[in-house]
C-alpha cells in the first residue's frame, strides 16, 4: 500500500541552525501538507500546498518557514532560524483530492529537537 | 472557528474489553478523519467518515453529523491498540483544513 514517507526521522539542532524536512508524497496526491505536534498537544496546521503554490496557511507559518517541492517527488518544509519552541514533531500529509473530498494520509513525522 | 472535543481525555482497558470514544463538534463538518497515534508518535488514518457508519476488523465508526458527533468503536482491545486516537474535522462553512482534538489517551493492559 502506498505511504508518505519522511527524512530524518529524528532530527536534532543548535537554535538559530536552519533545518529542512523532507517528505515523499504518495505518488498520485496532488495535495500536500505540514503539520506539528508540540509534545503532549493537539496537531495543528501549518501549511497546505497545491499546484506549486501555498494555498493556505496558519498563524504559526510564519516568514521563518517555507515550502518548496523542488523536483517532481519530494515537498520540503525549512525553518529558517531554529528557535527552542519549534521543537516538536513535524508530519507532512497528502491528499488525491482538495476540498470536501480531501481524505488525508500521514507520514511517519520527524521529531525535531532544537538544543 | 470550529471546536473539537474528545471523551474520555484517558482511558484504560484491560486486553478483550470494549471502549467507545466519542467526538463532538460545534458546527456542521464536510469531513471527519480517526487516527490512532502509537507510542513511536506515528499517525495511523483509521476512518474517513464524514457521515454513516464503516468497519474495519475490530474497530468501527459512526458519525451523525446532523448531531455533531462521531463515535469510534473498539472491540475485544489489544496491547497494540494502546496509544493517542485523535478526531480531526473540517467545518463545512469554512477552510477544507482539518482541526484535531485533543485526543484519547488509551492504555490497554495485558
Known amino acids: 500500500e502506498p505511504e508518505v514517507t519522511q527524512t530524518p526521522s529524528h532530527q536534532v539542532t543548535q537554535m538559530g541552525q536552519e533545518v529542512i524536512l523532507r517528505c515523499v508524497p504518495i505518488?498520485?496526491?496532488?495535495?500536500f501538507y505540514w503539520y506539528r505536534q508540540i509534545l503532549g498537544q493537539k496537531v495543528e496546521f501549518l501549511v497546505s500546498?497545491?499546484?506549486?503554490?501555498?494555498?493556505?496557511k496558519s498563524e504559526i507559518f510564519d516568514d521563518q518557514f517555507s515550502v518548496e517541492r523542488p523536483d517532481g517527488s519530494n515537498f520540503t518544509l525549512k525553518i529558517r532560524s531554529t528557535k527552542l519552541e519549534d521543537s516538536a514533531m513535524y508530519f507532512c500529509a497528502s491528499s488525491e483530492r482538495g476540498g470536501v473530498l480531501n481524505e488525508q494520509f500521514f507520514g511517519p513525522g520527524t521529531r525535531l529537537t532544537v538544543l | 472557528g470550529i471546536q473539537v472535543e474528545q471523551s474520555p481525555p484517558d482511558l484504560i482497558l484491560q486486553e478483550g474489553a470494549n471502549s467507545t470514544l466519542r467526538c463532538n463538534f460545534s458546527d456542521s463538518v464536510n469531513n471527519l478523519q480517526w487516527f490512532h497515534q502509537n507510542p513511536w508518535g506515528q499517525l495511523i488514518n483509521l476512518f474517513y467518515i464524514p457521515s454513516g457508519t464503516k468497519q474495519n476488523g475490530r474497530l468501527s465508526a459512526t458519525t451523525v453529523a446532523t448531531e455533531r458527533y462521531s463515535l469510534l468503536y473498539i472491540s475485544s482491545s489489544q496491547t497494540t491498540d494502546s496509544g493517542v486516537y485523535f478526531c480531526a474535522v473540517s467545518s463545512s462553512g469554512g477552510s477544507y483544513i482539518p482541526t484535531f482534538g485533543r485526543g484519547t489517551s488509551l492504555i490497554v493492559h495485558p
Open positions: 505518488s498520485n496526491h496532488l495535495y
Open positions: 500546498f497545491y499546484n506549486n503554490e501555498i494555498s493556505e
